[in-house]
């Protein structure tokens, strides 16, 4: 079965998505852990994709290496919800 992840973008709606429910701050492998549930991702796209979400603003690196959501990237998670959940559900 093919994944929901089919492009540069929904692999960064899916991080958004992620990083708006953690509890905390995550490492890159916890990121990817909890990113892999999706067969379109992989480690260098995931790594692509945080890097240039971390230059945009969406996400912030502290000086322990862990990354978190910015009020940007929450502003554009919530504007993109809708499409990913429907997405989702039509995956399921």
Do not use: N, W
């Not at 960064?12 to 067969?39: H, N, W």
């Not at 690196?61 to 940007?72: A, F, H, M, P």
């Amino acid at each position: 079965p093919m994944g929901f992840i089919q492009s540069e973008l929904d692999l960064k709606l899916l991080v958004l998505y992620i990083m708006s429910r953690v509890a905390g701050p995550v490492t890159f492998l916890q990121l990817l852990e909890l990113a892999l549930c999706d067969e379109g991702v992989d480690y260098f796209s995931l790594t692509e994709a945080v890097g240039h979400m971390v230059e945009t603003g969406q996400l912030e690196r502290d000086e322990e290496q862990r990354y978190s959501i910015t009020e940007k990237g929450r502003r554009r998670a919530r504007l993109h919800r809708v499409r990913f959940l429907s997405h989702r559900s039509r995956m399921e």
